[in-house]
């Protein structure tokens, strides 16, 4: 079984998985289907697996799909560190325009659940770093949406850098979190 902790919004979790250490490196199970649908409580078929390499004060995101191309994902950094956020999206939740953040790092060996309905985007802490993640749906250009990672009404509190936050013409054009209350997909 695996560790695992409910976050301030009960639907994401964070998964700490057990490593063994010795004086050769370190071993740890980063995925057993059985023992996290046991933690999600559902079934779930994961049909891509992504890699990414951003280097310091990259931001992505605030990342989702719309149905019916909506992915859930498992999100880990396999080297450095990122402030990984998700924000709930969902119009009939109560935590509708909450966010979550935890530091994922490749020491830490945690690992984000973000389940359909939530936007999620990461800042690179560390000198660079890499991140993996499964997603329950393949990607869709048609259906690749960005919400503003800056903007007022969602107040996400990013780590201040030394260096100014490097960011995609996608994410600088993005949609306020207005323009999606205003459309909502979920």
């Not at 998985?17 to 046991?38: I, L, T, V, W």
């Not at 079934?43 to 004060?57: L, T, Y």
């Not at 992505?60 to 719309?66: A, P, Y």
């Not at 869709?140 to 996400?156: A, P, T």
């Amino acid at each position: 079984m695996i560790d695992y902790k409910i976050l301030e919004i009960p639907d994401l979790i964070l998964i700490e998985p057990k490593a063994f250490h010795d004086d050769r490196g370190f071993f740890y199970e980063s995925y057993n289907k059985k023992d996290f649908e046991d933690v999600i409580g559902k079934k779930i078929n994961f049909v891509q697996d992504n890699h990414s390499k951003s280097i310091k004060s990259v931001l992505r995101g605030l990342h989702f799909q719309s149905p019916p191309h909506a992915q859930d994902k498992l999100v880990r950094a396999v080297r450095g560190e990122i402030y990984d956020v998700a924000v709930d999206l969902r119009v009939n939740s109560k935590h509708f325009g909450s966010w979550c953040a935890e530091l994922l790092t490749d020491k830490n060996k945690r690992q984000m659940w973000i389940p359909k309905g939530f936007a999620h985007g990461f800042l690179v802490i560390s000198d660079e770093a890499e991140i993996c993640y499964k997603t329950s749906s393949f990607y869709n250009k048609s259906s690749d949406i960005s919400i503003k990672w800056n903007d007022k009404d969602l107040d996400i509190k990013w780590p201040k850098l030394e260096s100014d936050f490097l960011i995609s013409s996608k994410d600088i054009n993005a949609i306020s979190f207005k323009e999606y209350k205003d459309k909502p997909f979920f």
